[in-house]
């Protein structure tokens, strides 16, 4: 079982910028894939960010991209998502996922077996 807490979400104007942390309790958080999801009221939760451990790789939404970085820290069992120019499009609650492989359908929903409880974002403009 793994546990994913975030944290760092708040309010801010339009052009700011917040960072997402995600603290993930096991120990073999260094192999997962991990991600990053939002929704917004009354839409369907979205994918917005995943970083691969095996090589690092990223990918993300085309909504972000350029904006948004996701980023690890194995020693901390930690994931960040940095968010610049933030835009009131972004406004959401903010969701960590976790998965031991990596899916080819990484921007799915169903590619993550572990969430967090979320964390909202709310851009003023």
């Known amino acids: 079982q793994v546990e994913l807490v975030e944290s760092g979400g708040g309010l801010v104007q339009a052009g700011g910028s917040l960072r997402l942390s995600c603290a993930a309790s096991?120990?073999?958080?260094?192999?997962?894939?991990m991600g990053w999801f939002r929704q917004a009221p009354g839409k369907e939760r979205e994918f917005v960010a995943t970083?691969?451990?095996?090589?690092?790789?990223?990918y993300y939404a085309e909504s972000v991209t350029g904006r948004f970085a996701i980023s690890r820290d194995n020693a901390k069992n930690t994931v960040y998502l940095q968010m610049n120019s933030l835009k009131p499009e972004d406004t959401a609650v903010y969701y960590c996922?976790?998965?031991?492989?990596?899916?080819?359908?990484?921007?799915?929903?169903?590619?993550?077996?572990?969430w967090g409880q979320g964390t909202q974002v709310t851009v003023s403009s």
């Open positions: 970083l691969r451990w095996s090589g690092g790789t990223t």
């Open positions: 096991k120990r073999a958080f260094s192999t997962y894939t």
């Open positions: 996922a976790a998965n031991p492989v990596w899916r080819i359908d990484y921007a799915s929903r169903y590619a993550y077996a572990y």
